[in-house]
């Protein structure tokens, strides 16, 4: 079952979330009922520079019995020192929907239905950065 | 149409002692449950079950001999009413092996039900037990219908029925040595059963095969895959020809490419040997992925089904139709570890029955979420989130490991459901490691708050067709 969209009905729940609590979300149906999301502006903890930044990562169709892995941010984000983001579970020389990018690895070795969501999960990646300065 | 009720052995066990408490008074209950329609007939999914307490849930009534309260019936519906359950009423009559609603009951029901299924906007019914009996009458749409019994789904698979069935005939002369194992009956219900086999390669045909010869009446095996060369050492009466030899080991790349494109799809490779095991069978093989919308329906009203495959996609699926719409499952394999220096790891055959109330393979650990976000991604994602060790990396496949551990499960099944297995044996995950000539059971503890097999607010335990399954549209 997917909406007009071509989501399905737990991505489509994943994107209101996002969305009441981030604001703008650009999804990008991935043609199997789950969508490449950009949410455009995180705020972003103070051991970084920038105030805010884009981050993407991509909801499956059978979101959310399955966990949201791989979180891209721009190339350019750096600690308040100035120095590049890098290090054990940063992956830099990726692209993201087009825009140079860094990726960000951190699985959930358990992830519960229902209570676990992107939303959640792009809070803790957020606060695991921020928390590595 | 068929209505049957299904249900766990503990709760049927705390149904019971609750109805049968030893002093021959009727007693009652409520249960909400979430329901299952397919072309096989309406399934009633118990969700929760609610105990009347005597003398103030379960009354003196001037037009039965006992009723539920106004109070009780107003809080059980308003639960099903937000959850979107089906509401059944429960009470009983004595112990025995037949059991009918008397006039009383019948004049209550007509009372009582207009107006609950108006509230409840869903079916509603009632249950009477003995103790070793249950018949039932669901209403929809101002129409009743009686109920044709309950399965209890646990380590045994259950039946109730409102009288004793009827003896079925001996078993046909083919099935003669093993009914003298199963008895008529046991042959008989191997016939009435729907199983579905996800996964048709070297576990799954051999599970298939095995089902065919046992004499199960009807089998679905569901697989995406085309027969190779390499298949061939491991799938019973797989030929050349099937997998198209001659073309796939050319040197051609265009040949090999029409080899891959044409060669004949494992299920109809399968359907070929188990026509010819159970010729009064019906097979279905179905070509497709098993979270295709278009094939996932056949599970939800499956019997029992067998997750023969090693993706953690068909685990997950399977795992949560087990627990969602009450069918038991048992998930095989085996994994042959050998490194690129050629040394060989510990080899792991496991087989995992999910009984519905014990068994969850998330709550097991057996669910690599991992591995599941990696299979769930497109093509183009997936490249990009890879991890190190690549998944399509073909792993070594041997038949008899395959047989050993295809064997153990086809034989819990066959146990579960003519209920072989001896008195209290719990029916767990077990573990063979052949190179150590161990076998094992392996246990684990149950989440609390597993969205699978918990009735936490957030669970899909027994919802049936109130929530979407997690499926790729067709």
Same mark, same amino acid.
Request: net charge neutral; proline share 6%.
């Given at each position: ?12 729940? @994943? ?15 991935? @043609? ?23 981050? *993407? ?12 892995? *791989? ?17 054990? *579970? ?23 239905? *229902? ?19 | ?38 072309? #096989? ?11 009347? #307490? ?8 001037? &037009? ?5 309260? %106004? ?17 059944? &009423? /429960? ?6 092996? &037949? ?69 079925? +005939? ?63 050492? #491991? ?15 050319? #040197? ?26 159970? +010729? ?45 719409? !009450? ?9 042959? +570890? ?5 040394? /060989?790891?510990?080899?792991?055959? %496991?087989?995992? %029955? ?33 991890? /190190? ?36 044996? %719990?029916?767990?995950?077990? !573990? ?7 076998? !094992? ?28 399954? +997690?499926?790729?549209?067709?």
């Amino acid at each position: 079952m997917t909406s007009p969209d071509g989501f399905s009905e737990g991505v489509s729940r @994943g994107l209101a979330e996002l969305r009441s609590k981030y604001g703008t979300v650009i999804a990008v149906a991935t @043609g199997d009922g789950g969508a490449r999301v950009t949410v455009e502006a995180v705020p972003l903890p103070a051991s970084i520079r920038q105030e805010q930044s884009w981050v *993407g990562f991509v909801l499956p169709y059978n979101y959310d019995d399955v966990q949201v892995y *791989g979180h891209f941010v721009p190339v350019d984000l750096t600690y308040a020192d100035g120095t590049a983001l890098a290090g054990s *579970g940063l992956q830099a020389g990726q692209t993201w929907e087009g825009r140079p990018a860094i990726k960000i690895s951190r699985s959930s070795l358990r992830w519960r239905s *229902g209570v676990d969501s992107a939303a959640l999960k792009l809070q803790k990646v957020i606060e695991w950065l921020g928390a590595r300065r | 149409m068929t209505v049957q009720l299904r249900m766990t052995t503990s709760q049927r066990d705390t149904l019971l002692r609750h109805l049968f408490p030893g002093d021959g008074e009727e007693h009652g209950a409520v249960l909400a449950c979430g329901q299952a329609r397919s072309a #096989r007939g309406t399934r009633l999914l118990v969700r929760e079950i609610f105990l009347a #307490r005597d003398g103030i849930e379960f009354i003196a009534s001037t &037009s039965a001999y006992r009723a539920l309260s %106004p109070e009780f019936v107003a809080r059980t519906s308003d639960f099903c009413h937000d959850g979107g359950f089906v509401w059944l &009423s /429960v009470h009983n009559h004595g112990p025995g092996d &037949s059991v009918a609603f008397s006039a009383a009951d019948r004049r209550s029901h007509d009372r009582l039900y207009p107006s609950l299924e108006h509230f409840t906007k869903r079916p509603v019914g009632a249950l009477v037990f003995a103790d070793q009996a249950v018949a039932g009458e669901l209403r929809f749409d101002g129409r009743a219908q009686a109920m044709d019994g309950a399965v209890i789904v646990g380590d045994r698979i259950e039946r109730m029925h409102p009288r004793p069935p009827a003896l079925p +005939p001996d078993a046909p002369a083919t099935y003669n040595r093993q009914a003298l194992l199963l008895g008529a009956r046991g042959q008989h219900l191997l016939r009435q059963l729907k199983v579905v086999v996800i996964g048709a390669g070297g576990a799954g045909s051999i599970v298939c095969l095995q089902l065919a010869r046992l004499g199960v009446g009807e089998l679905v095996a569901i697989d995406p895959d085309r027969l190779s060369v390499s298949n061939l050492s #491991r799938i019973p009466a797989a030929t050349r020809w099937d997998a198209l030899a001659w073309l796939a080991e050319s #040197r051609s790349a265009r040949a090999r490419a029409v080899a891959a494109r044409f060669a004949r799809p494992k299920v109809r490779v399968i359907g070929r040997e188990a026509r010819r095991a159970n +010729p009064r069978g019906v097979y279905r093989g179905l070509h497709a992925d098993i979270v295709s919308a278009a094939v996932a329906h056949e599970l939800t009203d499956a019997d029992f089904i067998f997750c023969a495959t090693d993706t953690m996609t068909s685990r997950m699926f399977a795992n949560i139709v087990a627990h969602q719409y !009450m069918v038991p499952v048992i998930q095989l394999g085996a994994k042959i +570890p050998v490194d690129s220096e050629g040394d /060989v790891g510990v080899i792991h055959l %496991p087989v995992r %029955p999910v009984t519905v109330e014990r068994g969850c393979l998330d709550c097991a650990g057996a669910i690599s979420q991992r591995l599941l976000h990696l299979e769930s991604l497109v093509d183009e994602d997936r490249a990009r989130h890879r991890y /190190v060790d690549d998944p399509d990396v073909e792993e070594p496949s041997v038949i008899s490991l395959n047989t050993e551990t295809a064997g153990r499960a086809v034989t819990d099944f066959l146990f579960m459901v003519c209920g072989l297995h001896s008195a209290g044996t %719990p029916v767990g995950h077990q !573990m063979l490691e052949p190179r150590e000539r161990l076998l !094992m059971s392996t246990s684990f503890e149950r989440d609390p708050a597993c969205p699978y097999c918990s009735t936490s607010a957030h669970s899909r335990f027994a919802l049936g067709d109130a929530r979407p399954l +997690p499926t790729r549209p067709a």
